[in-house]
């Protein structure tokens, strides 16, 4: 989703730029002429770049959740030093595995500059890769594929939803001033199967659903302290995303929002005030003494939405610094009310 603001100040203009810098690339001002496959790939004249996939496995009885995010941020000034040890541009991967049954959740995080082949990506199609951790679009199929020393994720997956762009036709405000904005769509559903290794054992996951998000922009400064995400596949094949960026004080702002696609393939664009977002159930982490809202209830009135997101586990913690100290949760959740089915909630700053 949004890894916006807390992530985008603190990460893409700290680690190599002032402003004037930032100032070089381009900005999420103007509706695009979008075009696919080739807008999948990367964009490099925008400072900062995600491609993000989360998703419930099935494998038999066993129900596994996963996340696997690529962050591209670029250097451009460090260009001039003409070196291969000093790149245009650094990925950052996060990879989880959220295993139910045995109430473990496997994390980890890469970080590589795009020298000697050891990270990239495509500007033409979906292809990124980082160290073991890859996602490309071959055909008509996405092949995402990780592997970490306990874990090893292999998925082949096709498109089950149409491409829905979030915001104003794919441009979505973050903020009051002209740029604080991303370009940003939405594939709700890719469905397909593969394999998971876990300590050395493998299952066939006979089931994938898995979510996608992209989005690229170039942005300064933040107006928010975090924001809280929600992902969600209902029953009935329809999806819903919405997320709620809080000011200073933990408020909603008039720039939280969301995109409803019912099961026939209709957009429908969420402001603020359509959104009611409630926490219900809190947990502390013993790692970083954080407390995160875990469960909650969303309400949307005009579409007639009253849920419950409940996390599978409640440990789903990224507590990870190898490029800056944010930590974050991020995990599976299942779905309740007047609505059925399975989530990603992603809670940020706090």
Same mark, same amino acid.
């Given at each position: 989703?949004?890894k916006i603001?807390?992530?985008?100040?603190?990460?893409?203009?700290? #680690?190599?730029?002032?402003?004037? @810098?930032?100032?070089?690339?381009?900005?999420?001002?103007?509706?695009?002429?979008?075009?696919?496959?080739?807008?999948?790939? !990367?964009?490099?004249?925008?400072?900062?770049?995600?491609?993000?996939?989360?998703?419930?496995?099935?494998?038999?009885?066993?129900?596994?959740?996963?996340?696997?995010?690529? $962050?591209?941020?670029?250097?451009?000034?460090?260009?001039?030093?003409?070196?291969?040890?000093?790149?245009?541009?650094?990925?950052?991967?996060?990879?989880?595995?959220?295993?139910?049954?045995?109430?473990? $959740?496997?994390?980890?995080?890469?970080?590589?500059?795009?020298? $000697?082949?050891?990270?990239?990506?495509?500007?033409?199609?979906?292809?990124?890769?980082?160290?073991?951790?890859?996602?490309?679009?071959?055909?008509?199929?996405?092949?995402?594929?990780?592997?970490?020393?306990?874990?090893?994720?292999?998925?082949?997956?096709?498109?089950?939803?149409?491409?829905?762009?979030?915001?104003?036709?794919?441009?979505?405000?973050?903020?009051?001033?002209?740029?604080?904005?991303?370009?940003?769509?939405?594939?709700?559903?890719?469905?397909?199967?593969?394999?998971?290794?876990? &300590?050395?054992?493998?299952?066939?996951?006979?089931? !994938?659903?898995?979510?996608?998000?992209?989005?690229?922009?170039?942005?300064?400064e933040s107006?928010?302290?975090?924001?809280?995400?929600?992902?969600?596949?209902?029953?009935?094949?329809?999806?819903?995303?919405?997320?709620?960026?809080?000011?200073? &004080?933990?408020?909603?702002?008039?720039?939280?929002?969301?995109?409803?696609?019912?099961?026939?393939?209709?957009?429908?664009?969420?402001? !603020?005030?359509?959104?009611? @977002?409630?926490?219900?159930?809190?947990?502390?982490?013993?790692?970083?003494? #954080?407390?995160?809202?875990?469960?909650?209830?969303?309400? #949307?009135?005009?579409?007639? #939405?009253?849920?419950?997101? &409940?996390?599978?586990l409640r440990?789903?913690?990224?507590?990870?610094?190898?490029?800056?100290?944010? &930590?974050?949760?991020?995990?599976?959740?299942?779905?309740?009310?007047?609505?059925?089915?399975?989530?990603?909630?992603?809670?940020?700053?706090?």
């Amino acid at each position: 989703m949004n890894k916006i603001y807390i992530m985008i100040c603190l990460i893409t203009c700290s #680690i190599d730029c002032g402003i004037a @810098l930032c100032d070089d690339y381009e900005r999420a001002i103007d509706m695009r002429a979008w075009s696919f496959p080739k807008d999948h790939g !990367a964009h490099p004249n925008f400072k900062t770049e995600w491609w993000y996939f989360t998703g419930h496995l099935k494998s038999g009885t066993k129900i596994y959740g996963f996340e696997l995010t690529f $962050f591209r941020f670029a250097n451009r000034d460090l260009t001039e030093l003409e070196s291969a040890w000093t790149p245009d541009q650094i990925y950052l991967t996060h990879f989880t595995i959220t295993d139910e049954s045995e109430s473990k $959740f496997y994390k980890y995080e890469k970080v590589n500059r795009h020298s $000697f082949g050891l990270s990239g990506s495509s500007p033409n199609t979906l292809r990124v890769w980082n160290g073991s951790y890859g996602v490309e679009l071959i055909g008509e199929s996405i092949e995402i594929k990780a592997s970490s020393p306990e874990t090893k994720l292999e998925l082949f997956l096709k498109q089950d939803s149409p491409i829905v762009l979030n915001g104003k036709e794919g441009l979505s405000p973050k903020g009051s001033k002209s740029g604080q904005a991303s370009y940003y769509y939405t594939i709700p559903r890719l469905v397909g199967d593969g394999t998971l290794t876990l &300590n050395g054992k493998s299952v066939t996951i006979n089931n !994938a659903s898995v979510w996608m998000d992209h989005e690229f922009f170039t942005i300064h400064e933040s107006e928010h302290q975090g924001w809280d995400w929600f992902a969600v596949q209902f029953e009935d094949k329809s999806s819903l995303m919405v997320y709620q960026l809080r000011d200073q &004080n933990g408020n909603k702002t008039n720039f939280s929002s969301g995109t409803y696609l019912d099961k026939n393939g209709k957009k429908l664009i969420l402001k !603020a005030d359509d959104l009611t @977002l409630t926490p219900i159930e809190y947990w502390k982490s013993n790692k970083t003494g #954080i407390t995160y809202p875990i469960t909650w209830n969303i309400k #949307i009135p005009k579409l007639g #939405i009253d849920i419950y997101t &409940n996390p599978t586990l409640r440990n789903q913690e990224l507590a990870l610094a190898k490029l800056i100290n944010l &930590n974050y949760w991020e995990g599976r959740s299942t779905v309740t009310g007047t609505h059925k089915g399975q989530a990603y909630v992603e809670l940020v700053g706090y």
